[in-house]
């Protein structure tokens, strides 16, 4: 069955550290999306991408870098990780129509110290 | 500016009483609405969409939700609700001008038996 993972599940790292969080999805899908999950905020967009080689900043892009060199994944990199990016993070893919449904990861819980 | 709005961080309900979870909407033209629901440590998954057509929409679980116009409204619905429906659930909007989803913050449905 086609799927979306995303690895590490859980992570904790040190203030000033590089990150990255794959996401892998054999959907085929062009759309692909990063949220951060926060309490009180729900979800809000980080990167998102329309295919190979475009990426797109989302509301909340500062201190964040994506990549999409081909259509299986999007990488998200922490550049200089700081203690406000503690979150859970999910990746999602999409159809190309923007009537389609996003299916989501599991979610991967990053924690800054 | 696209945006959608859940009033009720909470909501409590006896196991087969029937439940409501409110969503309302601003958005510019015709709005693409989508509930998702969100199990404890796990990614989202969707449940329903209002893309055009009757205001009643069908979805997962015995899951429906209605499409009020006037009201700019669309909230999610179950005539008897089960102990195993205690979640978190997000409203969605897309954004037509940038064709991403927008989320609500999330209400917790806690059903009690």
């Known amino acids: 069955d086609a799927e979306i993972t995303q690895s590490p599940r859980h992570k904790i790292t040190e203030t000033g550290r590089q990150v990255t969080l794959a996401c892998h999805q054999t959907?085929?899908?062009?759309?692909m999306f990063w949220y951060r999950q926060d309490l009180g905020h729900g979800l809000r967009l980080i990167h998102y991408?329309?295919?190979?080689?475009?990426?797109n900043k989302g509301e909340v892009s500062d201190g964040y870098s994506v990549s999409r060199s081909n259509t299986e994944d999007l990488p998200l990199t922490l550049e200089s990780a700081a203690s406000s990016q503690t979150s859970v993070y999910f990746c999602?893919?999409?159809?190309?129509?923007?009537?389609?449904?996003?299916?989501f990861g599991e979610g991967s819980r990053l924690t800054v110290l | 500016a696209q945006s959608v709005a859940q009033p009720e961080d909470q909501v409590n309900v006896a196991e087969g009483n029937p439940l409501t979870v409110k969503c309302t909407y601003s958005?510019?033209?015709?709005?693409?609405l989508f509930w998702y629901v969100q199990y404890p440590n796990r990614g989202l998954q969707f449940l329903l969409k209002y893309i055009t057509g009757d205001n009643l929409v069908k979805g997962s679980y015995g899951f429906e939700a209605e499409f009020n116009k006037s009201q700019t409204s669309f909230h999610l619905k179950k005539p008897s609700a089960l102990v195993s429906d205690s979640a978190l659930y997000f409203c969605a909007v897309r954004d037509i001008d940038t064709d991403k989803l927008i989320f609500g913050t999330g209400t917790r449905l806690q059903v009690f038996p």
């Open positions: 991408s329309y295919g190979v080689q475009d990426t």
């Open positions: 958005v510019s033209g015709n709005p693409y």
């Open positions: 999602a893919s999409r159809q190309d129509l923007g009537t389609g449904e996003l299916f």
């Open positions: 959907w085929n899908h062009n759309n």
